[in-house]
């Protein structure tokens, strides 16, 4: 094995802490796969069998979350380094929720599902970097439920775009209607009008027809 393939896969925060000798024989007996897509090819689509561990090593990709009525969507631009949705390898429901597609030319690191099982099974650290991955994602969303309400319309605003977001940074694209905006909020659409002309004054967010465009998620106001 080739140091630089050592390198690429020492990048993967599954196999942060194991020694050098873990590595050697991680790389001997497992199967790695390596993909190149092309800017504007889907990667993996909603409702695709997630069998796979995605790392996305170098590239930006574009995030397309639907709502189950298809009443909106939510598109991110996600850079490397990422992993996609890892905590659908596993439990009741085993599909990618979002659609994930070339932004730039993107290359990545994939690990099969039985793979998976085989490395968590005969090592430790492994294992844990992958049960702390998966903790860590569940706890961050469990813990927004608790979150003080907002006493303004602009943070409602702002909780119900991050509430959506796979990334919490970042240029997002929200695609709805004002009034299905308020009904969501339980608001009237002039006030989520006058709340978002406000934050577009601002320079948070730039509003066209039927869609919101935020160049950066981090900076709205809580």
Request: glycine share 4%; with cysteine.
């Amino acid at each position: 094995m080739t140091t630089e393939f050592s390198h690429r896969i020492i990048e993967l925060p599954l196999f942060l802490g194991l020694s050098q000798s873990e590595i050697t024989a991680i790389m001997g007996h497992t199967r790695f796969g390596f993909t190149q897509v092309a800017e504007g090819m889907p990667v993996v689509k909603e409702h695709d069998a997630c069998s796979h561990l995605y790392f996305l090593r170098k590239g930006t990709l574009r995030v397309e979350t639907v709502a189950d009525d298809h009443g909106y969507r939510l598109v991110e631009e996600v850079g490397a380094p990422t992993l996609l949705q890892p905590e659908h390898l596993f439990g009741l429901h085993q599909h990618y929720t979002s659609t994930f597609t070339a932004q730039t030319d993107c290359q990545f690191i994939t690990l099969e599902k039985s793979e998976v099982i085989r490395l968590t099974t005969e090592f430790t650290i492994f294992r844990l970097n992958f049960f702390n991955l998966l903790t860590t994602r569940i706890q961050k969303r469990e813990r927004t439920l608790w979150h003080t309400p907002s006493e303004t319309l602009v943070g409602r605003i702002t909780r119900f775009i991050s509430a959506r977001c796979q990334d919490a940074k970042g240029k997002k694209t929200l695609y709805i209607k004002m009034t299905r905006l308020a009904e969501e909020l339980n608001d009237s659409r002039l006030d989520i009008s006058h709340a978002l002309n406000d934050m577009q004054a601002n320079r948070w967010l730039t509003l066209h027809r039927g869609r919101i465009q935020i160049p950066q998620l981090e900076l709205l106001p809580k």
